[in-house]
Structures are given as structure tokens and as C-alpha cells.
């Protein structure tokens, strides 16, 4: 199985601190290959306020397959228009699609009219 990681799942994995369990993200790489977007990435990295922070933030990018942003992508961002609220969320969505991912993510109320799979990771 294959999955794209939205940043929330990433930052809950970040802050996860109980070892007895795994995180949403360890299960899921368990389980399949975890891509993010250079976007989700860049969302991390912009909120780093310390370099022990970005050093974290590395070991996590480096787990992951960190997916580029194409120029074919904009050719279908507009599918999402009134279906998500940003222009970044249409482009995760957008993403997901080209790629035939599904999104894993904590705000499913974010990408509900997005016709894109959806993973709630409370059902995992």
C-alpha cells in the first residue's frame, strides 16, 4: 500500500512521545511506502524554530518519499476549485490524484468535497 502523509500526521508524529505506541505515521510505514509533497515539507521546515527542530524534521524527511512539484499539476488544480478552501490544499489534493495516492490526514473535514481517497488514521 501506498499513501500520501499530510502535515498534521507528520506533526502528531513529531510531538508522538509515548514509545509503548506507535505513531499513525509508524504504522503506516509499517505497513506501505509514506510519500509528502514538497509542500508538507516545506510547511515543517518553515515552522522549525530551532536547528535541534530541523534535525528532527531531516530523520522524518528522510523516511519518507518527499514528492516534487511538477508543472503538470497546475493543468488540474482548477478540478478542486470550490471543493477545498486554498490553493495549497488543491495542490495536496491534485497530488494525491495524479499519483493515485490516498491522503492520509487528520482534517478530513478539509478534503471531504475533494472526490480524492481519504484516510482517517483513527480507523487504522
Known sequence: ????????????????TDAQTESVLEKLMTH??????????????????????KRVIDAVMKALKVLGINSRYSLNISEFFNKVATTRDALICT?????????????MDKY?????????PKEL
Open 1 to 16: 500500500m501506498e499513501y500520501l502523509i499530510d502535515t498534521d500526521i507528520i506533526i502528531e508524529h513529531l510531538a508522538h
Open 95 to 107: 497530488v494525491a490524484k495524479i499519483n493515485k495516492l490516498p491522503l492520509v490526514t487528520n482534517n
Open 32 to 53: 506501505g511506502v509514506c510519500f509528502t509533497t514538497v509542500v508538507n515539507a516545506s510547511e515543517l521546515y518553515f515552522a522549525a524554530s530551532s536547528e535541534e527542530e
Open 112 to 120: 471531504k468535497e475533494s472526490g480524492i481517497t481519504i484516510i482517517n
